[in-house]
C-alpha cells in the first residue's frame, strides 16, 4: 500500500505563506534543495490543488532550459516535468504535462490510488491536504520547519473538531537551520468533505 505524506515548509510560528502569499522567507540552499529532490523524486505521484500547480506550472516545466538554472534547479525541473500528477481544481478546465484534473475530493478514489503499484504520493498544497487529513487519508507528514517568524500569513492546519495523533519517527537539522520534523498518522480522523478550487 502507498503512502499519501503531506510535505511542505513552514515558518516557525505556523504559516506557509505569509500574508500576500510570499515565500521568499524559505530558506532553501543547495543542502536542501538536494534533500527535496532525492525524497519527490521517488515518488509515484505529486497531488496538487489548484494554486499549487499553476505555481509549479510557471516556472518548472521549463526551468532546466534557462542556463542560469543549473544543480538542483534543473534537476528538480525534470523530476517535476516527468511525474504522474492529479490536480484537484472545480475551476480548471485543463492541465498539463502529465497531469490529470480532478473535481472532487473522494477518499474511496483516493484509497484506490494509494492501492496501487509504484511510490508514494505527496501532497504540498495545504487546502488539499486539509480535506486528506479530515478523512483521515493522510499516512506521513513531512514538516520543514524554517528558522523565521513571519509574524502572520497563513496558518498550515485550519480549525477543526477532526483530532490526528502523530508519532515523531525522524528529526532531521539542515545546515541552514530548516527542521524536518517527520511523523506517521496513528489513526483515521473524520469530518466533512474539503474543497477543491
Not at 516545466?61 to 472545480?90: H, Q
Not at 492546519?157 to 532531521?172: I, K, M, Q, S
Amino acid at each position: 500500500m502507498r503512502k499519501l505524506i503531506l510535505s511542505i515548509s513552514v515558518s516557525l510560528d505556523g504559516f506557509f505563506e505569509g500574508p500576500d502569499h510570499d515565500i521568499d522567507w524559505h530558506f532553501v540552499d543547495e543542502e536542501l534543495h538536494q534533500h527535496f529532490n532525492d525524497e519527490l523524486g521517488r515518488m509515484g505521484a505529486f497531488i496538487h490543488g489548484r494554486v499549487t500547480y499553476e505555481l509549479m506550472a510557471e516556472f518548472w516545466p521549463t526551468a532546466d532550459a534557462d542556463p542560469a538554472n543549473t544543480g538542483t534547479v534543473a534537476e528538480f525541473a525534470v523530476i517535476w516535468r516527468d511525474m504522474p500528477k492529479y490536480v484537484y481544481s472545480r475551476t480548471l478546465d485543463q492541465v498539463g504535462w502529465g497531469s490529470t484534473l480532478v473535481r472532487e475530493v473522494d477518499p474511496d478514489a483516493i484509497r484506490a490510488l494509494k492501492a496501487e503499484p509504484g511510490g508514494d504520493l505527496v501532497v504540498g498544497g495545504p487546502t488539499l491536504a486539509d480535506a486528506f487529513r479530515r478523512h483521515g487519508l493522510i499516512d506521513e507528514y513531512r514538516i520543514y520547519v524554517h528558522p523565521v517568524l513571519i509574524g502572520r500569513g497563513s496558518p498550515l492546519f485550519r480549525d477543526t473538531d477532526a483530532r490526528t495523533n502523530l508519532r515523531l519517527v525522524e528529526t532531521r537539522p539542515f545546515g541552514s537551520g530548516v527542521v524536518l520534523l517527520r511523523y506517521e498518522a496513528e489513526g483515521g480522523s473524520t469530518g466533512a468533505e474539503g474543497p477543491a478550487s
